[in-house]
Each structure stands twice: as C-alpha cells, then as structure tokens.
DNA sequence: GGTTGAACCTCTAGTAGCTTGAGGGTGTAC
DNA sequence: GTACACCCTCAAGCTACTAGAGGTTCAACC
C-alpha cells in the first residue's frame, strides 16, 4: 500500500497532481486510511505511469481519458486507440514545422545582432518589421 | 483613426485581445469617442504588430513588455534584447528537440499497431509500459 | 430627422493542466 | 508521548486568451 506522496514519487508526478487527477475522474478514488489518507495499490500505479506517459507524449487528458477507456476494453477493436495517436502524431508534426521556422528566424535575429545600441538592434528592428517575416499569421500557440 | 476592429484585422488579432493587452497594460490606453469608442493612430498599430509578431515567434507576453521596454530607449546598449532572443531560441530548440523524440515514438507506436483487438494493441502497450520509452522524467510542457 | 444593424462597450466566467497557499489533521519513529 | 514529516480540504492563481450576456454607439441610408 502506497502513500500518496509515494505514488508521486515513483511516477515522477506531484502530489497535487494526483489528486487534481482524480478530481477530474482520471484516477479512481483510493483507498483511505481511518484517518482519511489515501492509499494506493499496483493497479493505481500503473494506471498514473500510463497516464504520465501519455502526457510526456503529449496527448491531452481528454486523449488519455479516451485511451484508458479502450485500455479498458480489450475485446473492443483497436483502431480507435490507432486514430487517436495518428492525430496525436499529426499534431507533433505541425509543431515541428512551426517550430522549425521560428528558429530559422530566431538565429537570423541573434546573428545579425551588432552589439550596438538598441536603436540599431537587429532583434527589435526584426520585431517591428514585420515584412520580413516568413511566417503566416494564423495560429500563434506552440 | 482607427476602430479597434479595423486594428484587429489589420493585426490579425481578436478585438477582445486587444481590450486584454490594454487591461495587463502592454497596450496603452487609447483615445476615445464622445461615446467612448477606442479610437487607435499608427504608434497603436506598429506597437501592436510588433507584439504580435513576437507572440508568433513564441516570446512571452512578459519577454514581449521587456522587449517593447528596450524598444523605448533606442540609446541603451542592445545586450538585454539579444539575450532575450536567445534565451527564447534556447527554448525553442529544446522544444524542437522533445518534439523529435515525440514524434520517433509516436511513428514506432502508429507503424506497429496491427489492427486487431485493444488487447494486443501497441499504442496502449508502449503507453503501459514505460521501460520502452527513451524520453525523460521532467518537464511536459510541449 | 429617423431608423437600422453592425460594431462597440463592460463585466464575468471559462479554457487546459496544473501549482500554490492557508489552515489544520494524521502517522510513525524515537 | 511528542516531534515532525506528511497528509487533508478548499480556494485561488497561473498563461494567454476566448466566449457570452446584456446593453450602447456609430454611420449609412431613406
């Protein structure tokens, strides 16, 4: 029986976490101690390192919440769980690319910089022109 | 003069975004109609494309306020504006970086499913089992 | 001059995915 | 039995906006 604290611990997760976890529905509620402590057993802890993955690769919790239901089900078939990392995929993809052009642009900005005063710096002169500007005006979240 | 509606779309920026940047205070407060209209000049336009091509390229608001700050003294030495842009390029390659090996596990999970049952898919089984998985603990945050 | 309708106003609350803090209770080792 | 690390709940805060309610103003047209 694992204490929260060492549920956090082995998972790399915060406390809080957790908790904000199960608030959501994400996690069962636990076990309690008399006191009113939660304890956790080996289904909790694979389920949070399942969830935590997940999250290292991105997927949103709605995605998650998806995915542990089909984990869930194991008769069902898997092509679901396929579309959900294909579009998680998808999405890494389009980031990449934006990212890539941003540092593109990024260098130029630092490479160009004089060292000079601020009214001849190339950072801020790049800023206010926008011409210059390979990227589209769309989206903006990274 | 302008509506804050034509500034908006002259931006590419949502009307209630710029009532927001107004209220942080990274907008000035314009003038207005007798009606109490915002009515914006050409020092509100320039200032606002410039956070919003900062925006794009992923720099905080707060970077952007220090930014527009530096802007403000053309005759401070431009240090202060380069180390802005590389700590922001810094962040940008190491989301670059946690985005590639994303996107490898991601292709390896998607590659490998084989279309049965959920029980023997790989995108749950790699996300169940964590040994496989070459990221690290720490940050999430895409 | 009157009327219409798009665009404007303020204010509040919601979004994701947590994190932080206040104020207090529990569990265990010595 | 007492110290103290750990646990509890609840509420608010974070970034950077976005959405909506309920009401007012502007400019064009007749």
Redesign the pocket.
């Given at each position: 029986m694992l204490?929260?604290?060492?549920?956090?611990n082995k998972t790399g997760?915060?406390?809080?976490?957790?908790?904000?976890?199960e608030q959501i529905g994400l996690m069962p509620e636990?076990g309690?101690?008399?006191?009113?402590?939660?304890r956790y057993g080996d289904d909790e802890l694979d389920r949070l390192a399942f969830?935590r993955h997940a999250?290292q690769l991105g997927?949103?919790?709605?995605?998650i919440r998806e995915l542990l239901d089909l984990s869930d089900h194991p008769h069902r078939p898997c092509l679901e769980a396929d579309a959900i990392a294909r579009r998680q995929l998808k999405q890494v993809e389009q980031r990449l690319a934006r990212l890539e052009a941003l540092r593109t642009e990024l260098k130029r900005m630092v490479h160009e910089c004089s060292g000079g005063q601020t009214a001849d710096c190339r950072v801020l002169e790049v800023l206010r022109d926008h011409s210059e500007c390979l990227t589209d005006h769309d989206e903006?979240?990274a």
């Open positions: 204490t929260i604290g060492s549920l956090a997760t915060k406390v809080q976490t957790i908790r904000y976890y636990p309690r101690t008399e006191g009113g402590q939660r969830i999250r997927f949103s919790l709605e995605a903006i979240g």
